[in-house]
């Protein structure tokens, strides 16, 4: 048996590792969009390295775009067999696939208007119409369930706590005669989150993938949320009369921004400013995560007793329009804006940032990891001009940033995910989903935990197991 990794090598995006076994099965774990790796991205998402015609199943740890956002692009290419998830990531993967294709057909569009007579026109990535067969392809697996993939592979997702339907994935895989167990963290959550359920303990394995992306960091405490927000809100809104722009992901980190300022609204601190999210696949996001309660934890399903919509506060809209986005930005009275992506390297929050960023009364704040390379990486990292819209844009605005709130675990959450093994039965752990720097340092953490063997694959490197 062989696995091999075609994304989310020494990266934090494009997670896809591919498992070969003897008899020429081929499973692939996860099949991620290559996100904000510069120049390189968009070869990167066109060749595979491996031919998606002859893969038998993908297993999906969840929705997020780096985790499935080529699923189609693989359909497209040739892949015919099932893609395994939970029901809760079935319901993301759509809208979230949905909302990547229309981008790429949009792109495409644009891109071939400027074509000249002779030259190729450009193909979008994938289309609608691919995520539809796609979608045809899912076979939903509830957790703790021992789902028989074939004879030779069993799978079993346990709750990995990191956005709603998130799995670690778990397979029991006999090849002659002999039970080989693997692992695969997807993303692990925070134990503690505001909204969800923390990660499930596992079975025993042979062999771990495991996800690096805040190995090296630890996050503030989880309490102080609420107050940074309020803090915040205050000075740019009420004493500066600006403007806070806050990219955030539509699934995950802006339903955690409207919980902590509906607390705000409960405790009668909220500010009395106009509260936008602008992004349609935020919208769709959030009722998602309403219609799946069973994923929240106690203190959620507590809150509910005395508030039956945890999410929605004074205030508060949803955009959905482009003229209603673009009356916004207009506007200059202040007020919060929440909108996608959380890397804005796209959508509709660069317009927001390009139309603040100019004046020291707005604030662009960041709630969360930003890839060094992407526009949102370099304003936390104190640029103090960027290139947006080909143009030059000096950064005036005030750059603020809570980094507490991360769906990812930091470095005691990824080794708490690994207490329930024993080091002296794992053969080898692989560190994927991250920065090489990052994850040297977290290498030898998990050494120090008593692991011995802990390997930082790099791209299109190939293991024997």
Not at 113 to 119: A, I, L
Request: net charge negative.
């Amino acid at each position: 048996m062989k696995i091999a990794f075609y994304g989310a090598a020494r990266a934090v995006t494009g997670s896809k590792h591919l498992i070969t076994l003897n008899n020429g099965t081929q499973l692939l774990l996860d099949c991620g969009l290559f996100q904000g790796m510069g120049e390189v991205t968009d070869g990167l998402n066109q060749r595979f390295g491996f031919d998606p015609a002859k893969l038998s199943y993908v297993v999906l740890s969840h929705a997020h775009i780096d985790h499935c956002g080529l699923l189609p692009r693989l359909v497209a290419d040739g892949f015919e067999g099932q893609i395994f998830c939970t029901p809760a990531t079935m319901d993301l993967a759509r809208i979230l696939m949905m909302d990547s294709a229309k981008i790429h057909m949009q792109d495409a569009e644009y891109a071939n208007r400027h074509v000249k007579d002779g030259e190729t026109s450009e193909e979008p990535l994938y289309t609608d119409d691919d995520v539809v067969k796609t979608l045809s392809q899912f076979k939903v697996v509830e957790y703790l369930e021992d789902y028989e993939i074939d004879p030779r592979i069993t799978l079993r997702f346990t709750d990995a706590g990191h956005i709603i339907g998130s799995s670690a994935v778990h397979l029991r895989i006999i090849e002659d005669g002999k039970e080989h167990r693997i692992t695969f963290s997807g993303d692990v959550g925070r134990y503690g989150d505001l909204i969800l359920k923390s990660p499930q303990t596992y079975p025993q394995a042979d062999y771990i993938l495991m996800e690096s992306t805040y190995g090296d960091s630890l996050h503030k405490s989880l309490e102080p949320i609420e107050e940074s927000l309020l803090e915040i809100i205050n000075h740019t809104c009420l004493i500066k009369k600006g403007k806070v722009v806050i990219p955030a992901f539509s699934v995950g980190r802006t339903q955690e921004l409207l919980y902590a300022l509906n607390g705000l609204e409960l405790k009668n601190k909220l500010p009395d400013v106009p509260y936008y999210v602008d992004s349609p696949l935020s919208l769709q996001a959030t009722e998602v995560l309403k219609n799946h309660p069973e994923a929240y934890n106690n203190g959620v399903k507590q809150l509910m007793k005395i508030d039956d919509d945890v999410f929605s506060f004074k205030g508060l809209k949803f955009i959905e329009s482009v003229q209603e986005s673009k009356a916004v930005n207009e506007d200059t009275r202040p007020c919060v804006i929440i909108a996608s992506s959380g890397m804005a390297e796209g959508g509709r929050v660069r317009h927001h940032i390009r139309n603040t960023i100019g004046n020291q009364k707005n604030t662009i704040l960041m709630v969360g990891y930003a890839d060094p390379n992407s526009l949102a990486g370099q304003l936390v990292a104190g640029s103090r001009t960027v290139w947006m819209f080909n143009e030059e844009y000096d950064v005036v605005a005030d750059v603020r940033s809570i980094q507490s709130m991360s769906a990812h675990g930091d470095y005691e959450d990824l080794l708490h995910f690994l207490e329930c093994q024993d080091p002296e039965q794992v053969k080898q752990i692989f560190l994927v989903h991250g920065e090489y720097e990052v994850q040297q340092a977290f290498a030898q953490r998990v050494r120090d935990a008593g692991f011995k063997n802990v390997t930082i694959p790099e791209y299109r490197q190939v293991y024997e197991l």
